[in-house]
């Protein structure tokens, strides 16, 4: 790759970071630190039930016996759990918005300053937002649409209050709070996030949109979201991240639980554009994130696609547990990582019915000095005849400072399954780049073009708005794209 | 941590031990026994917490009171060495029996000028050759797991070879492993150095037999240096008892231009490890590296490789193939390493399984870890069984099920054997492998 | 329109082009002719950017110095090639690279872009012209395609471009008659006054189809013999031996 090109190419993954703003509102926030009394604190102030408290408590015990994992191919300072506070709510809190209009309007301004104007949400069509600030979620539209479908779309703290028996039934269903280490510590301390239930035979008449964002300094953000597919419904999630630029890191530490029964169908979409800190690494969030789904019937369906761009590090394996005969588990990757970033991220497709199946697409592009590690692992158990797996995973490098990695575990306990596993790793050829200028394109359009199409059958599982967000967050404008 | 029963066994095995090994009264030489010993002590045996050995459990061998011999227990009892031959193969041999090398059923005084042979018991006797003391020293020090310290702890023989600059040699040269039948329970700790210098080329057959169904355990290390333009074409075939356990690991450097094949063929054992750790440390320095593995009954085969690319435009290629039946269970690790100064590497790995029977299992991690950008590189791994279209294909052609089942099973090893360029010793293997098949009882009951 | 003097590409010791020397003006349509290994395509890639190093001597298109310009300027400057071996760019379609160039030559122009519908208008009549199917234009590009196909795409993506100099670099090659004739008919449409066309084959078949004012015969990195659309015919009656031995004994020239 001749200078030029490597210059190009620096510039077009080196753009800054658009998202980083703060806004200046005043925080109703928990003194760092975390005992018992701060997890029966957190479960008082949200004023939850018993069982969520014992909940709690039962994790924060396990979580104090646990170590920090290791295994992942990344390198960080280590975390200072007493430092942290966890909890931080809009002050406004005692007051909460009934519509849009009584939102904020500082609030509203950074959701415009995200491109995700609440406002406007509501003509877009078919997209209902529950919007997380911080911790608790502020805004939630569509509700009524939603509510006639017999649809349950609330924060996860409205959930505990008005559901209790759903909560009470799936929570730690599919992760149990001991899990690992970050599924622990969010079990006991996690504030907010999203709780979405889909009636039987229901197919979910919108696409449900949630955007997360870390605002204030020092808090860690630990939601929750639970999604409940009945036999036989249908329902698309899209999940946004997006966080202010700090020097510090910050932790995020999630957990999602998906559960979809006879032929149910989840699509869960990811675009994560959390603050990856500045050029030199610093700042930057750190993004540990537990995210499982259970197809707990026949001819369940889970469908994981997510875009990584941002965090400092992510660590993160959606995974699906193919339980019912039939069942599908798909995971869609692409995660970019420049400067300083490290991703170590995959999946696990653990198949336990019959005739279940799994596809594994992975795209990594390392730019800078980015470490990019594919980590999966297919486990085909003795019972699930006539299995399928499918993995491929690619890795685009750009630049001779950083790498790439892949790391699969293939685990194969029945002689009828058939399992499959493809990996590559290049950089942009020399021949597409030219063939692209010989068509009259710069560079930068060149490499945009190429890196785009490296990703497209990740991107074609988003879907359209996401897509084009998607895009755009890889540093490439796709203007007046056909097909 | 707790030691587990066999480490606490070696560990005072040793302590009775040591001072009869070769070379004790050598300072230099006991003191990196000793270091050894700690290392063992430190680190223990692996256990399946260890990340390396998170499929293989070396338990089942717990409570067996593993002991080398002594070299003169090891004389020869009635061998019928015919029998043994590969047939139709003209080759130097050297016979390591029970550990030790002997002299007198090798074809020492055959071996060409500037081919310098030497046993590892007269270099730890003599201390003339700190060079490969260093090596041992070395080992323990890095040793990657506890067999690593076991085997400097316990150093008593093996092959010291070097080819002079240039030496082609006109035949193979086969070392032949024999355990013997009388040998329950004995382990063998060998150490082989094989230096080629510039331009020097050699076919090296490193064979495992055993005599009986002993339960014994063979600890060998290869490590091999190919200087600029040498040629090694390395020919591992472990068919040792299948009560025994195996471990075996080949450390290979090579320079530039220089090329490396080995084809690593595991048929025995009741537990089999064998790693090879590449190193392609000049420019232009190429690797190829075949396996095929057979498992039947409860046997255990773990091959763990290493391919790592410290320097630019090198290759290696990689392609390992199981078949397993019975209760068997097959291991793959596959790592191949690029470090930021090897651009233009061009790196490939694969490894494909067949499972043949219900019970049996395999588990692969192919891996790719990549710091320089202009590179190409790909590993795949397919876990499957034979294709019901290939079978009905061949049904159609007149043949039964079980036929059918034979011609691709045979097929799908021939793959990797009909690379072997030495005639004799493909013809061998393909004999060897289909006898393996055709006993196998899954395929018998087809039949 | 082009002129080259002198033109010479040594790498290492290896001399692959040896002093070219090559007028073309509007209008003309050139044939470059030469066995496998004489330095065609090495001449492709030196006029079109891909070749920057090891050059010596002067490249003149319409007042540049085109050394001095990169492989894209060229390209919006009107110079286009198609490939011998067009390049497989998966996950991008075909009309959206199409599109994307057609716009990169319209900005340079400071041009407004293309409308949509024109642009799809324009595109399918091409296309129908080149007998293409319009699932064409959804695959990736050049992926898949087969042999016969991405030489069509090139000369789909010609047409779309409408370059002022044209480089064709064994576009022939590989195709049957029917083919042939096809992709001939799509180049035929382009030429006009305003423009030239370099067609780089070893096979004089093309010519039959696309009629050449000039043909050169490249050997071993030099343009050894120049003449009209005859000398095509020659060489395919008595084969390269022909130039050789009218190069050794120039008295005995046919023709």
Excluded at chain 1, 432 to 441: A, E, I, P, T
Excluded at chain 2, 6 to 19: R, Y
Excluded at chain 3, 9 to 34: F, P, Q, R, T
Excluded at chain 3, 66 to 89: K, M, N, S, V, Y
Aim: aromatic letters at 8%; a negative charge.
């Amino acid at each position: 790759m001749n200078t030029s090109t490597a210059q190009d190419i620096s510039e077009f993954v080196g753009r800054e970071y658009k998202e980083g703003f703060t806004t200046d509102i005043e925080s109703d926030t928990f003194p760092p630190g975390l005992d018992e009394d701060v997890v029966i604190a957190l479960s008082k102030k949200k004023n939850e039930p018993r069982f969520m408290t014992d909940w709690r408590l039962k994790a924060f015990a396990r979580w104090k016996k646990m170590q920090e994992p290791v295994w992942a191919h990344v390198n960080y300072t280590p975390i200072d759990y007493q430092s942290i506070s966890y909890y931080s709510a809009p002050k406004s809190d005692a007051d909460r918005p009934k519509s849009l209009d009584e939102v904020d309007p500082k609030l509203l301004e950074t959701y415009e300053k995200l491109g995700i104007p609440l406002s406007e949400q509501k003509m877009l069509a078919g997209v209902a937002v529950d919007a997380v600030f911080d911790s608790v979620s502020v805004a939630t539209t569509f509700k009524k649409t939603l509510a006639d479908a017999g649809v349950i779309f609330c924060s996860f703290s409205e959930a505990v209050q008005e559901y209790p028996e759903l909560v009470k039934k799936y929570l730690g269903s599919v992760v149990p709070s001991g899990d690992n280490f970050f599924a622990a510590l969010n079990s006991a301390v996690f504030s907010d996030g999203s709780f979405v239930y889909i009636p039987k035979g229901v197919r979910c008449p919108m696409e449900l949109s949630t955007y997360f964002r870390i605002n204030a300094m020092n808090t860690g953000q630990f939601e929750r979201t639970l999604i409940v597919a009945e036999e036989g419904s249908y329902v698309s999630y899209l999940e946004g991240c997006t966080a202010p630029m700090r020097d510090e890191n910050q932790l995020h530490a999630a957990v999602v639980e998906l559960v979809a029964m006879k032929d149910a169908e989840i699509k869960y979409s990811t675009v994560q554009n959390w603050y990856p800190g500045d050029e030199e690494g610093r700042g930057g969030i750190y993004n540990f994130v537990t995210k499982r789904g259970a197809c707990r019937g026949d001819n369940a369906k889970i469908s994981w696609t997510q875009v990584e761009t941002g965090s400092a590090i992510t660590w993160k394996y959606p995974s699906v547990m193919l339980e019912g005969d039939r069942s599908i588990g798909e995971f869609y990757s692409v995660a970019l990582t420049n400067n300083y970033q490290q991703a170590d991220t995959g999946t696990k497709m653990v198949h336990i019915g019959k005739d279940t199946s799994s596809t594994i697409i992975s795209k990594g592009v390392s730019a800078g000095k980015g470490q990019n590690s594919y980590r999966g692992l297919v486990r085909i158990l003795k019972g699930a005849a006539n299995a399928r797996n499918y993995s491929q995973c690619d890795s685009l490098l750009m630049g001779d400072k950083c790498g790439a990695h892949t790391f699969p575990y293939i685990e194969v306990k029945n002689p009828s399954a058939k399992v499959e596993h493809e990996a590559t790793t290049s950089r942009i050829s020399e021949d597409q780049l030219f063939y692209c200028k010989q068509r009259g394109l710069s560079e930068e359009d060149s490499v945009s073009m190429i890196v785009n199409g490296f990703c497209k059958e990740v991107f074609k599982e988003l879907p359209m708005e996401f897509a084009v967000e998607a895009q755009k967050l890889l540093g490439i404008s796709l203007e007046g794209a056909v097909g | 941590m707790r030691q587990s029963p066999l480490t606490g066994h070696l560990i005072g095995l040793h302590e009775e031990l040591s001072g009869g090994l070769p070379g004790a009264q050598d300072a230099t030489v006991a003191a990196m026994r000793q270091r050894a010993i700690a290392r063992l002590t430190e680190i223990g045996l692996p256990k399946i917490t260890d990340e390396a050995w998170r499929y293989t459990n070396i338990r089942a061998f717990d409570k067996v009171a593993f002991r080398p011999t002594a070299e003169s227990n090891a004389a020869l009892t009635k061998l019928d060495f015919a029998a043994l031959e590969i047939p139709s193969l003209n080759r130097y041999r050297i016979v390591v029996l029970d550990g030790w090398v002997s002299e007198a059923h090798s074809t020492l005084d055959e071996l060409p000028e500037g081919l310098v042979f030497n046993r590892l018991k007269n270099v730890l006797e003599g201390s003339a050759d700190s060079e490969t003391i260093q090596i041992l020293e070395d080992r323990t020090a890095r040793a990657g797991h506890g067999f690593e310290a076991l085997n400097s702890a316990f150093a008593a023989d093996g092959v010291v070879l070097r080819l002079e600059a240039g030496l082609e040699l006109d035949k193979p040269l086969e070392i032949l492993h024999i355990t013997q039948n009388d040998a329950n329970s004995r382990l063998a700790n060998i150490n082989h150095c094989i230096t080629l210098e510039k331009g020097a080329k050699l076919n090296l057959i490193e064979r495992y037999v055993s005599m009986a169904d002993t339960r014994h355990m063979t600890n060998v290390s290869i490590r091999i240096d190919l200087a600029e333009s040498a040629e090694l074409s390395h020919y591992r075939i472990q068919d040792e008892s299948d009560a025994s356990m195996h471990i075996g690991y080949a450390n290979a450097r090579q320079n530039s231009d220089s090329c490396y094949r080995i084809f690593s063929i595991s048929l025995g054992s009741l537990l089999d490890r064998h790693e090879v750790r590449q190193s392609l440390e000049g420019a232009d320095a190429h690797c190829e590296m075949k396996g095929l593995y057979i498992g039947r009954g409860k046997q255990h085969i773990d091959n763990y490789t290493t391919v790592v690319h410290a320097s630019p435009d090198a290759s290696s290629d990689e392609f390992y193939k199981g078949i397993l039946n019975d209760r068997s269970r097959a291991v793959f690790h596959g790592r191949i390493r690029v470090d930021p100064d090897a651009q233009h590497t061009d790196a490939h790995q694969q490894n494909r399984n067949l499972l043949l029977s219900t019970d049996a299992e395999a588990d692969t991690k192919p891996q790719l870890e990549i710091y320089a950008d202009d590179v190409k590189c790909s590993h795949g791994a397919t876990v499957g069984y034979l294709e019901a279209d290939a079978i009905f294909y061949l049904r159609s052609r007149g043949l039964s099920e079980a036929e059918a089942r034979t011609i691709l099973t045979e097929a799908f090893a021939a793959e990797i054997l009909d690379q072997i360029e030495l005639a004799p010793v493909r013809e061998f293997l393909l004999e060897l492998v289909r006898d393996k098949l055709v006993g196998d009882h899954n395929l018998k009951e087809a039949a | 329109m082009l002129s080259i003097r002198n033109l010479k590409v040594e790498i290492g010791d290896k001399k692959i082009l040896n002093g070219i020397d090559l007028s073309v003006n509007a209008g003309e349509i050139h044939a470059i002719m030469g066995p496998n290994g004489s330095g065609k395509s090495t001449l492709a890639n030196v006029i079109t950017g891909k070749m920057e190093e090891d050059i010596s001597g002067t490249v003149e298109y319409q007042g540049y110095d085109l050394l001095e310009l990169d492989p894209e300027e060229r390209a919006r400057e009107g110079i286009f090639l198609a490939f011998q071996h067009p390049t497989e760019i998966p996950g991008v379609n075909n009309i959206y690279l199409i599109k994307a160039a057609v716009n990169a030559m319209r900005k340079h122009r400071g041009e407004a872009e293309v409308d949509a519908i024109d642009f799809l208008k324009l595109i399918r009549a091409k296309m129908k012209l080149l007998e293409i199917n319009e699932s064409f234009l959804y695959r990736s590009v050049n992926d898949g395609f087969s042999g016969g196909e991405k030489k069509r795409n090139e000369i789909l993506q010609m047409l779309m471009l409408e370059p002022q100099l044209a480089l064709l670099d064994e576009t022939d090659s590989g195709l049957d008659i029917d083919a042939l004739k096809v992709v001939s008919r799509g180049v035929n449409s382009l030429a006009d006054d305003g423009r030239a066309i370099i067609i780089v084959t070893h096979f004089p078949r093309i010519l039959e189809y696309i009629v050449p004012d000039r043909v050169h015969v490249m050997l071993n990195g030099k343009i050894v013999h120049s003449g009209d659309k005859n000398t095509a015919h020659d060489l395919e009656k008595y084969g390269y031996t022909w130039v050789t031995e009218r190069i050794n004994n120039p008295t005995e020239a046919v023709a």
